[in-house]
DNA sequence: CCCTGATTCGC
DNA sequence: GCGAATCAGG
């Protein structure tokens, strides 16, 4: 694959939009993060509008042998916010009431506060990787773990799912997928 | 361990 | 010019 304009065209906005290097990669196909890193570099936009933070960028010290250069081109842009918002998570629900079987084993009715309506293939996505959760217990929850809580916190069949979760949300891809419903999952129903 | 971007250097 | 390898930080 070869920098065609198109890509790299694609490749000036997402990282304009603040993508990460391998989103875009993944976005341009037949290319490594590595190679989209170099390309941004090459282009001259190394650092991205102001973004407050986080990045390690200027870093060029304690190499071996490198000569320092400062290669700083202002680009002004504008920077729209993807829309990433942040979504209740359940987490440690505690509050048990008395009542028993609050929740069915089999379908989690997580942090959905007004009823929701979730797209069945994501509900079925859920189920079938709920075969495959790890099944960890609180203790076992780390930065990293799906933290979709599945089963009745009162009782021992309680467990969190623990798969990998997606960058930068606390569940793992399929519950993401149910956490976060695009906006109106419903289905037009013709009227 | 997962991710990020930065830099170097052989191609 | 390209990008893998490597580095460095979170």
Known sequence: MSWTDERVELLKKMWGEGQSASQ???????????????????LGLSNRAGSG????????????????????????????EPAVKPAPAPETK??????????????????????????????????????KAKKISLMELTERTCKWPVGDPATDNFWFCGLPV??????????????????????????
């Open 24 to 42: 875009i990669a993944k976005e341009l196909g037949g290319v490594t993060r590595n190679a989209v890193i170099g390309k941004v570099h090459r």
């Open 53 to 80: 933070g986080s990045a390690t960028t200027a870093k060029a010290d304690a190499k071996p042998k490198a000569a320092p250069k400062a290669k700083a081109e202002p680009k002004p842009q504008l920077k729209t």
């Open 94 to 131: 505690a509050a048990v009431p008395a009542r028993k079987q609050i929740i069915p084993a089999g379908q989690p009715l997580p942090p959905q506060p007004s009823a929701n309506e979730i797209s069945p293939e994501a509900l079925a996505k859920v189920n079938e990787i709920e075969k």
């Open 166 to 191: 997606q960058q930068g949300k606390p569940y793992c891809e399929a519950h993401v997928g149910v956490a976060f419903q695009p906006m109106s999952s419903r289905r037009d129903r013709r009227r």
